[in-house]
């Protein structure tokens, strides 16, 4: 398994198969085939049996995939068979929102630590949480781990808050800010912009 | 320009051009060029002539694309030319963070009634509106002309909820309940899950 050569395209529907195999086993499945989650999702049986085959041989012709294994599988390949903490940047409405949250834990994500800049803000409470001063973000960080930001500030502010977050030793950055930040090679940067997928429905709707 | 020939994936990308467009637009710019937008954007200028190519000839060899005409073509191929209403359902922290962004009508869109099951949440109020019944919500819809609906009420429900819209005559649902939805041909769904973006990020994190 050569990780650096699987297109990403791939590696971006795995999060996909694993919360549908999740949601078979809650519902008390053990075992499931190629078809019935491609069917779940969308996609075409072949589709779902050539993605596996990149990482390794997961299921036997016949018998289909063991959920409990395939989960097992995708969250080490994922690496969320651990627990990552979050720095979450913005103490908004957004933030709170993200804040108060509570589907992160079971999926692999807690969030660890809130910064804000505004005065106003630092030092009130969100969730279990105390608003910390942004401004001391790299300081906070030191030796937290933490490695993953999820970004909730003004669009106008987003590029230099992710430079410092980038120079405070954060590697991947979940942006809620409608602008495209340009960082340093090996920082992964995933957007989340309701705007851009409520224009890529409008195509559709006469 | 045959629609229904154009593959999805294409589409999708229509929002992030216009959107890096706009933006050069706001900082005064007049031409562009398919290695300019593909540079902010992360695609080969190759791929961004290519896109553009399935719906037209925008541009011209040597001189660019004049940044408002290319606009205002996608703004056209997209329908976003025009002000679509939104049905926000849920009236939690996240349909708050949705009421209160400013960010939607610059760019096509805008809440046009937000309605909830909760007796608790009916009747108050979320920035200008004030919150209906969802059990109400085709009586809601009828005349209104909505044909969008942003969806933030529990995965348990999500399913439920969005063939009711669909009966109501909604006809793309922007999902922010961490499920897959299960729903007539002709019904676009798009999935906003913060948690699906961070696995993904994972994979690429030491």
Redesign the interface.
């Known amino acids: 398994m050569i990780?650096g050569s699987i297109p990403d395209i791939i590696?971006?529907r795995?999060?996909?198969y694993?919360?549908?195999l999740q949601?078979m086993h809650q519902e008390g499945r053990h075992t499931t085939s190629s078809k019935e989650l491609g069917d779940?999702?969308?996609y075409t049986a072949a589709q779902i049996r050539k993605d596996l085959s990149q990482f390794g041989e997961f299921g036997k012709q016949g018998t289909g995939y063991s959920i409990p294994f395939l989960i097992g599988q995708l969250q080490t390949?994922?690496?969320?068979d651990r627990m990552?903490d979050?720095l979450l940047v913005g103490a908004?409405?957004?933030g709170?929102?993200?804040a108060?949250?509570n589907?992160?834990a079971n999926?692999?994500?807690r969030i660890a630590l809130i910064v804000d800049n505004d005065p106003n803000k630092i030092g009130t409470k969100i969730a279990n949480f105390v608003v910390q001063d942004a401004s001391q973000v790299k300081a906070l960080l030191f030796g937290s781990g933490i490695?993953?930001a999820?970004l909730t500030v003004p669009?106008s502010n987003a590029q230099a808050v992710a430079e410092e977050l980038t120079n405070a030793g954060i590697?991947?950055i979940?942006n809620y800010a409608?602008?495209?930040l340009s960082l340093p090679k090996g920082i992964?940067v995933?957007y989340?912009?309701?705007?851009?997928?409520?224009?890529?429905?409008?195509?559709?709707?006469d």
């Open positions: 990780n590696v971006g795995l999060p996909r694993l919360q549908a949601r779940r999702l969308g390949i994922l690496k969320v990552w979050i908004g409405s957004l709170h929102a993200i108060n949250y589907g992160f999926r692999g994500f490695k993953i999820m669009a590697k991947a979940l409608p602008v495209p992964h995933e989340i912009d309701p705007l851009i997928q409520l224009q890529h429905m409008t195509y559709y709707i």
